[in-house]
């Protein structure tokens, strides 16, 4: 396994960290982080979405994803850019998430 594969597996598991308060899911099993780029040297770029607009914890989610993925041991720079596009739907959750919140 390479470096850059652990540090995503590393990344992953903090981002499992990460909670939306109204929902006992976290927000990689929600489906809310659309992409993980690692570029060099460790300089973390995630792209993600809440599961709306006017979240209230939009302005804390991103900031928490930061500095979780910032504690990761070998992450030189974190970037976290929020999207709407395309807009999040429950089909992204995994199959864990629908199990949790009782979709399947």
Known sequence: ??????L???IILALKGVYDPEIPVD????GL????KIFPVNNVYILMTLTSPSCPSAGEIPGEIEAKVRAVPGVNDVSVELTFDPPY??????????????FM
């Not at 982080?33 to 993980?36: A, K, N, T, V």
């Not at 739907?89 to 009782?102: D, F, I, N, P, R």
Request: glycine letters at 4%; zero cysteines.
């Open 1 to 6: 396994m390479n470096d850059e594969t652990e």
């Open 8 to 10: 995503k597996e590393q």
């Open 27 to 30: 927000v990689y099993e929600l």
């Open 33 to 36: 982080i659309y992409d993980i």
């Open 89 to 102: 739907s429950t089909e992204l959750m995994s199959e864990v998430a629908k199990l949790e919140l009782g």
